[in-house]
T-cell receptor, first 113, second 113 residues
Framework: TQLLEQSPQFLSIQEGENLTVYCNSS?????LQWYRQEPGEGPVLLVT?????EVKKLKRLTFQFGDARKDSSLHITAAQPGDTGLYLC?????????????FGQGTRLTINP | NAGVMQNPRHLVRRRGQEARLRCSPM?????VYWYRQLPEEGLKFMVY????????ESGMPKERFSAEFPKEGPSILRIQQVVRGDSAAYFC???????????FGPGTRLTVT
């Protein structure tokens, strides 16, 4: 079972449209991170949300952390082809006395010109 | 400040050969994490190391896989007697401490023929 569930798994929209992707869990996380990964590259950290209810903006991207710290959303306004990529959410989990990141399976976003 | 470096970027091995993947963390980072990513999936934690110590290897198969992070030099992920199912992208991440965000390298894409 996946600790972090992302939806949708695939999304293809036209340039200029708005979109929201989701990251959900039944577990509470101290923080959640969003990464974007392009083909052939490693994930690049976009943002970390820490406080329940927190909203962070990165240009046309708006990230929200749920009040209960179990979920997060990423909203993109006026999507552009450069936004195309795999969006991953991740959260820290303690296991065997060490903290490690658990990842969702990702949302593969395609923005068509 | 150079980012996380991984080499080789692409590695082809025949079944039964050994694969050695290298990771040089960012300057000042003493915590290294290895993840594996299968096509169209998120990243799965394998092992967490600090200099000369394995902290958590709960995500690493018990056989054929080993990791080290010596006092001098890069971290090495070693896969002995590779099988087709080992084909994947392997990513290394580093952080200055367990509580800080992890920064990823570009990955090594292993293909077993």
């Amino acid at each position: 079972t996946q600790l972090l569930e992302q939806s949708p798994q695939f999304l293809s929209i036209q340039e200029g449209e708005n979109l929201t992707v989701y990251c959900n869990s039944s577990s509470v996380f101290s923080s959640l991170q969003w990464y974007r990964q392009e083909p052939g590259e490693g994930p690049v950290l976009l943002v970390t949300v820490v406080t329940g209810g927190e909203v962070k903006k990165l240009k046309r991207l708006t990230f929200q952390f749920g009040d209960a710290r179990k979920d997060s959303s990423l909203h993109i306004t006026a999507a552009q082809p450069g936004d195309t990529g795999l969006y991953l959410c991740a959260g820290p989990k303690m296991s065997q006395g060490a903290q490690k990141l658990v990842f969702g399976q990702g949302t593969r976003l395609t923005i068509n010109p | 400040n150079a980012g996380v470096m991984q080499n080789p970027r692409h590695l082809v091995r025949r079944r039964g050969q050994e694969a050695r993947l290298r990771c040089s963390p960012m300057k000042g980072h003493s915590h290294v994490y290895w993840y594996r990513q299968l096509p169209e999936e998120g990243l799965k934690f394998m092992v967490y190391l600090q200099k000369e110590n394995i902290i958590d290897e709960s995500g690493m198969p018990k056989e054929r896989f080993s990791a080290e992070f010596p006092k001098e030099g890069p971290s090495i992920l070693r896969i002995q007697q590779v099988v087709r199912g080992d084909s994947a992208a392997y990513f290394c991440a580093s952080s200055p401490s367990q509580e800080y965000e992890q920064y990823f390298g570009p990955g090594t894409r292993l293909t077993v023929t």
